[in-house]
């Protein structure tokens, strides 16, 4: 038994703002789609941070690049040139098809940057708003990418910003009767993650593309939880061939390190002039060399390959498994982001799962929510998809038969 064992989750209780729901877990390392914790207890992934560690955990090129440049230089600020800044913005700008990319620290942050273009960019035009989002989606937790999504993350913090509005996805007459010259911009996520694993319709993309075209509009898509080989394409606007205007990426960016970015056409990028936005940290060396490292492994070990090879296998097996099941609604996946939504709520299935060893997750109640490393092996997707049908299996069992199954 471990000397530490609930040390740090006192610490913690005691001492960290009262903010998250956690599991009873203390994880102390990472390699691959596995972790461990205090006790030597080793998990399989299939979370992987909420989309962070597509390159498995504390993959030997990404510590490397880490632990080289934190002797080198760790910041500078954005007075300064340096050479990792330089290197990624090259790297990420040709890796997504986008011109230019601004570099922050988290995705909402990204969201933020892409927020301001999208209004200066109302403003020089003379439109009277809205910007538009899609219902269900998730932006991050700032009061504007709050304002764009879900109320149940702005209803306590209200009055919310004003000039936001929001249509159904996949639903092309609701987005045709919404947009007109006054829209500034469309935010949509091509998959939404938090709204459960819900695909944007390729038909739906387009018509995004056209009526934004049509009407001045930016189409703005945030890859930050399907970008960066996820989906089976390095991003995921690669599948339908719609390129928007602004793309913000983060979560898998830096390997597991905090960056994020904005990328941007030429046109989208010019918008924004000196002194318009900036940050202190963003884009810095450390941050910068580690985002380098991680792509040149999504590119290199070629993961967008990876993750459509293996998603289409852990899919089709999801969906032979479960035919005739009345506890799955539906299997959905592009890639390693994969959704199996049940007839009941999931999180007692995240609790059975993660007794047998796997970390899951619930996205909109009900969705079963995939999102191992992409670098998992055949053997971890076999272990994931028998513990996960198992455990819904067990739980499913249970609904209707006790009172807290139901809750
Ligand atoms: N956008 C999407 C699609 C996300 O899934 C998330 C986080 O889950 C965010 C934005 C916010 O990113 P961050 O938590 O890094 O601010």
Same mark, same amino acid.
């Given at each position: 038994m471990s000397k530490t064992k609930g040390m740090f989750q006192k610490m913690e209780n005691d001492h960290h703002f009262d903010i998250y729901k956690r599991y009873s877990l203390t994880l102390v390392k990472g390699s691959g789609s596995l972790v461990w914790d205090e006790q030597g207890n080793e998990y399989l992934d299939a979370l992987a941070g909420i989309a962070v560690n597509n390159v498995g955990h504390c993959h030997p090129k990404v510590t490397e690049a880490i632990r080289e440049q934190a002797g080198k230089l760790i910041h500078i600020s954005n007075l300064y040139y340096s050479e990792p800044q330089s290197r990624l913005a090259e790297l990420l700008t040709g890796m997504s098809g986008m011109d230019r990319a601004f570099f922050c620290n988290s995705g909402a942050e990204a969201n933020e940057a892409a927020l301001k273009i999208a209004r200066k960019h109302g403003n020089l035009k003379g439109k009277k708003g809205p910007i538009l989002s899609m219902d269900n989606c998730f932006h991050g937790r700032t009061f504007g990418t709050i304002a764009m999504g879900k109320a149940k993350y702005s209803k306590s913090f209200e009055p919310m910003p004003s000039g936001f509005d929001r249509v159904p996805v996949n639903d092309l007459n609701a987005l045709e009767s919404a947009m007109?010259?006054?829209?500034i911009a469309l935010f949509l996520e091509p998959i939404l993650g938090e709204g459960g694993v819900v695909p944007v319709d390729t038909a739906y993309l387009k018509k995004a593309r056209e009526l934004c075209d049509k009407y001045e509009a930016l189409l703005i898509f945030?890859?930050?939880?399907?970008? #960066?080989?996820?989906?089976? %394409?390095?991003? %995921?606007?690669m599948h339908s061939g719609?390129? +928007?205007d602004i793309l913000t990426t983060a979560k898998a960016l830096g390997g597991g390190f905090p960056i994020g970015a904005t990328l941007a056409t030429e046109a989208a990028a010019s918008i924004l002039s000196h002194g318009e936005h900036g940050t202190t940290y963003g884009g810095n060396p450390l941050a910068c060399a580690a985002a380098v490292a991680a792509l040149n492994v999504i590119r290199d070990e070629d993961l967008a390959g990876q993750a459509r090879i293996k998603g289409e296998y852990m899919v089709k097996e999801l969906r032979e498994r479960t035919e005739g099941w009345d506890t799955v609604k539906e299997v959905r996946g592009t890639g390693l982001m994969i959704g199996v939504e049940l007839t009941f709520k999931g999180a007692p299935v995240v609790e059975k799962m993660l007794e047998k060893g796997v970390l899951s997750n619930c996205a909109s109640d009900t969705v079963m929510r995939l999102l191992p +490393? #992409?670098?998992?092996?055949q053997e971890e997707m076999d272990r994931l998809l028998d513990v996960l049908l198992d455990s819904i299996r067990e739980c499913g069992s249970l609904v209707g038969e006790t009172p807290q199954a139901e809750q």
């Open positions: 007109n010259e006054d829209t945030d890859e930050i939880q399907c970008g #960066l080989g996820r989906t089976g %394409a390095v991003y %995921a606007w719609v390129k +928007p +490393p #992409l670098v998992i092996r």
